[in-house]
C-alpha cells in the first residue's frame, strides 16, 4: 500500500483515473463532471438566507435554482478527498501563503488574500459567463468535443498564463 | 435504438456523487494540481503537470465515453456556447486563474489540504464573483452572450464528418502532445 502513502502519484496515472471517472460519473449519474455550478447554487442559497425568497427569483438563479443537487454534494465530496489524500502522505497543513508567493510577493496574509478573493472573484464571475470552468469545460466538455468547451478552455489558460506573467515580473514587486 | 442505462435511482444519486467527489478530491490532491505552485508553474509554462493530467483525462474519458456511445450506454451533453460567453467568460476566468493560482475543483481540493488561501480568498471570492454573475445576467444575457452564437455544436458536426474520425484526430493529437512533453522532459 506504498503508493497509498505517496505525496505525489504520476500525472498521467491521475490523468486516466480521472478519465475514467468521468465515464463512471456519464454512466451512473448521466451528467458530465463539473464544479462551478455548485458555487451558483452555494452563492443563491446564501442570497435567499440573507435576503428572502426575493433573491431566489433573480433570472439567473431560476436558470439554477439555489438547492442543493447531487452535483453539489460531488463538490463538497472534494475537499474530502484532498483531505484523505493528504493525510494519507502526511502533507496536510495548514497554510495561509503558498511557499511560491512567499518567496516573490512576502509572507503578508493580507496581500495573499486580497490577490486570491480578486482572483476568485474573477474566477467565479468568468467560469458562469463562459458556462463551466476548467473541469466542466476543460475536461467534461473537451472530451465530449464541444466547441464552446475548446473555446473556452483555450481561453482560461491564454488568460491565465497572461496574468500569471504579468503578475510574476511586476516591477519592484 | 433505445437507451440501455445503468442510472441510479434518485435516492442513490447523492451517496453515489459524494463518493465520486471524494475519488475526484483524492486523485486532484495525489497529483498535485490542489498546490498552488502546480498550477502557477503551469501558467509560467515552467511545469507541465496540469496539461498532462487534462490532457491524459480528456483522452481517456473521449474513447471511454465513445465506446460506451456505441453501447447506447450513455448520452452526450455538450454545452451551449457563442464567442460572448466562452471566449469572454474564458478570459475573464484566465485573469483571475492567474491571481488566484487555483481553480474551482482545485480550490475546494486545497481547501482540504489546508490551504486556507484557496479556502477564503478562492472559495470566498468565487462565491462573490457567482453572486455578481448572477446580478448582471439578465443585462448581459440579451446582448454579449449572443455574440456569435453557436449552439452546442461539437467538433464532428462542425467539420461534418464522422466522430470516429475526430476522435481518431484528436486522440492522435492529444497523445503526440503527451508524448512531446514526457520525450522534451517537462
Redesign the interface.
Known sequence: MSWLTMPRWPAITVGVAIGLLECLTFLLLDKPIGCSTAFTRTSGLIEKALRGNAAAEKPYYRLFPPVIDWEWVFVAGIPLGAFLAAFSSGTFRIEWVPSLWTAIFGTGISRRLGAALTGGFLVGLGSRWAGGCTSGHGISGCLQLALSSWLASAAFFAGGILSAILLFSLPGR | MERI????PDPA??P??????????????????????TI??Q???LDF?VL???????????L??EI?LRFN???????????G??????????????????????????????????L????????????????I??R??PSV?RWGN?G?????E?LRTS?WK??TA?AALLAAV?AALYLAGL
Open positions: 442505462h445503468l442510472l441510479l444519486k447523492k453515489a456523487a459524494l463518493i465520486l467527489g471524494i475519488l475526484f478530491g483524492f486523485l486532484l490532491q495525489k497529483g498535485g494540481v490542489t498546490r498552488y505552485e502557477i508553474g501558467l509560467l509554462l503537470t498532462k493530467v487534462m490532457l491524459s483525462a480528456v483522452l481517456t474519458g473521449m471511454g465515453i460506451l450506454l450513455v448520452a452526450l451533453h455538450p454545452k451551449h456556447g457563442s464567442f460567453s466562452s471566449v469572454i467568460g474564458g478570459l475573464i476566468f484566465g485573469l483571475g486563474f492567474g491571481l488566484l493560482g487555483y481553480c474551482p475543483g482545485t480550490a475546494a481540493g486545497a481547501a482540504g489540504q489546508g490551504s486556507l488561501d484557496a477564503f480568498g478562492g472559495v470566498g471570492g468565487m462565491l462573490l464573483g457567482a453572486a455578481f454573475y448572477s446580478e445576467y439578465h448581459i444575457e452572450l453557436f452546442d455544436i461539437t467538433l464532428p462542425l466522430r475526430v476522435v484528436v503527451l
